[in-house]
């Protein structure tokens, strides 16, 4: 993904000609439905307690909010050190009369905090709800939501032993697991995941078609390819030369995925979006800073 210094929005976003700053080593994942971060089968969760990035190194919305600003290839930059990037936000957002205003009606008077900052930010991931899929639609009872061609690709997802990591209202356990997908070319080094162990969270499912490229370093962009992906990884040798095929999740050597049937799960995949969600865009905001960034 591309962070700081850069132009543009989503896949458009590019580095200008001069640039120094990396990529940032793994790939966005998706803000829609974080606010059900991990819940389980049972409908149980705890928000305080939620899974947050690939290697779990947050919990919760509120302290995840704050990571990516003292992040150097996020948002950070050359500007400021780690240490000092919480404050200088504090005094930035202090000096605009407007989100004084907005702040001190929320939460009272007295001077606006990182603790704040993190609050009204993860407040605003959790209004991004988009649970209103064909396959929510199913599960809730209308039947009439899915094909029978989809219902059937449902059922060999199930089968074939992807609903053992992809499982719960929002298809994911929330668990690490240790894959071998191939390195990102565009990175410097290799990116070891969590305890240098090559593990990554198992990503929610819902809205698949909105959060490309796939998996954790973005290394695949066609949903069929990250399905042959599976398909090669009980036989074939490992993508990622820094993985054995001992270190590969157990679970994901148990996939009996066959080529013929991946059409039909990928048709059960496109019931996973809801495209009606929230996509207002603010025509202003109270810092007077374009709407996006440098987005052009």
Same mark, same amino acid.
């Given at each position: 993904?591309?962070?700081v210094?850069?132009?543009?929005l989503s896949?458009?976003?590019?580095f200008p000609?001069?640039?120094?700053i ?13 606010a059900?971060?991990?819940i389980?089968?049972n !409908?149980n969760?705890?928000?305080? *307690?939620? =899974? &947050?990035?690939? %290697?779990?190194?947050?919990?919760? /919305?509120?302290e995840?909010?704050?990571?990516p600003?003292?992040?150097f290839e996020e948002?950070?930059?050359h500007?400021?050190?780690e ?7 504090e005094?930035?957002i ?7 205003k907005?702040?001190?009606d929320?939460?009272?008077e ?17 209004s ?15 039947k009439s939501?899915m094909?029978?061609r989809?219902i ?8 074939? !032993?992807?609903?053992?990591?992809? *499982?719960? =209202? &929002?298809?994911? %356990?929330?668990?690490?697991?240790? /894959? ?8 410097a ?7 240098n162990?090559?593990g990554f969270r ?34 074939k040798d ?5 993985v ?6 157990t ?8 080529f ?15 495209d009606?969600y929230d ?8 810092s ?6 440098k987005?052009?």
């Open positions: 993904s591309i962070g210094n850069g132009h543009g896949e458009k976003r590019k000609a001069k640039n120094d990396p990529f940032t080593k793994r790939n966005s994942q998706t803000i829609l439905n974080t059900y971060n991990g389980n089968e !409908g969760y705890s928000p305080e *307690n939620a =899974p &947050m990035f690939w %290697d779990l190194r947050a919990k919760g /919305l509120e995840q909010a704050l990571l600003i003292k992040t948002m950070r930059g500007g400021f050190n240490e000092l990037i919480a404050g200088e936000i005094r930035r202090n000096s605009i009369p407007q989100y004084k907005l702040f001190r929320v939460f009272g007295g001077a606006i905090t990182a603790v704040h900052v993190s609050k009204a930010l993860a407040s605003f991931q959790r991004l709800v988009a649970n209103n899929s064909r396959f929510d639609k199913y599960m809730r009872g209308d939501a094909s029978t989809e059937e690709g449902m059922q060999l997802f199930i089968n074939t !032993g992807c609903a053992r990591c992809h *499982n719960g =209202p &929002m298809l994911s %356990d929330y668990k690490i697991h240790v /894959l071998g997908v191939a390195d990102n070319e565009l990175l080094v290799p990116d070891s995941g969590f305890q162990k090559y198992t990503p929610s499912l819902m809205n698949l078609r909105l959060t490309r490229p796939y998996m954790h370093n973005g290394k695949i962009n066609q949903l069929k390819e990250v399905m042959t992906f599976y398909e090669d990884l009980p036989g490992v993508p990622n030369k820094n054995t095929k001992e270190q590969v999740d679970l994901a050597r148990m996939l009996k995925l066959d013929k049937n991946i059409n039909t799960i990928l048709e059960f995949l496109t019931t996973l979006n809801d009606k996509r207002k865009v603010p025509t202003s905001v109270p007077g800073l374009p709407v996006g960034g987005i052009k």
